[in-house]
């Protein structure tokens, strides 16, 4: 999308579930990760630290077991979707989803074993979207 000052931005959806991204996780953010996420978003932009800004949190009924302290007691939260922007979400971790299986924990990237270039080709051209209301395909956002 672009901004009234014609710079693109990227939105992306947090927590709406599954996903191949997941990490053989549900996909699901919990509310006090997602208020975390919000908070510190917002405290890096104050400090002019460039990083995502989280656009906003909606909190569901639906409700998901988590282990807050890693203890084994494990409690139902409530589920939030965060929307958030970045002027990119391409990061270094975006990289270590081919990381080849670790011998020590035997954890590996979701995309271990696939080549870096074939993820990484060119994306397509952008083509103009009669219904995007801008004439480069892009959503305008005031």
Request: aromatic share 6%; net charge positive.
């Amino acid at each position: 999308m672009l901004n009234d000052a014609g710079q693109r931005w990227e939105l992306q959806i947090k927590g709406g579930g599954m996903t191949p991204y997941s990490r053989r996780g549900d996909g699901r953010k919990v509310l006090r990760s997602s208020i975390r996420e919000f908070l510190c978003s917002e405290a890096n932009h104050a400090l002019g630290v460039p990083s995502t800004r989280a656009a906003s949190c909606v909190t569901s009924a639906t409700r998901a077991v988590r282990d807050m302290f890693y203890t084994g007691d494990n409690k139902e939260e409530r589920c939030t979707v965060v929307a958030r922007v970045a002027k990119t979400f391409l990061r270094f971790g975006s990289l270590e989803i081919f990381h080849a299986q670790d011998p020590l924990t035997g954890r590996e990237g979701a995309s271990a074993g696939l080549a870096l270039a074939e993820v990484c080709a060119p994306p397509a051209p952008r083509r103009p979207r009669a219904d995007a209301g801008g004439a480069d395909g892009a959503a305008r956002v005031g």
